[in-house]
């Protein structure tokens, strides 16, 4: 595997991490460190608030990150613009520092969670393909 295919993992996982640790902090606001750090999930959280607080536990639980990401997540319970980006980014550096890390975080992501994306005129995003894509005005399938 080459260093490019290792990014796109990493900037994959972090994009895929995303919607649950959002959901985490959404949900516990300006507490959310001092809950994530609680090793017990509420009973009455739902599954994907409770992912988002295993994930996150996991990512702060790295000593070298952990004070740029608890500043994200601050950010993020403030509603501050652009903090979802912000935390994104940083995820995504730390998840990129310790491939160990990475493994761990990819291996607790529930099945089908991988967020692939594209943007631009004419884009297309495809996580699995088995068929054609095509897009312009004049494609055409050559058989």
Known sequence: MYAGEVDLEVAQTAAAVMPYVTAAVTTYGMSTLDRVRDTVVE???????????????????????????????IDVAAGEEDSAAA?????????????????EVTAMLPAG?????????????????????????NATIQR
């Open 43 to 73: 009973k009455t959280s739902d599954a994907t608030v409770g992912v988002g607080h295993r994930l996150l536990n996991r990512i702060l639980g790295r000593e070298e990150s952990r004070q740029a990401i608890e500043g994200a997540v």
């Open 87 to 103: 935390l994104k980014l940083q995820i995504r550096k730390a998840l990129a520092a310790d491939p160990e890390l990475a493994r």
């Open 113 to 137: 969670s991988v967020h692939v994306e594209a943007s631009g005129e004419r884009s297309i995003a495809i996580d699995n393909n088995s068929g054609v894509a095509s897009t312009g005005e």
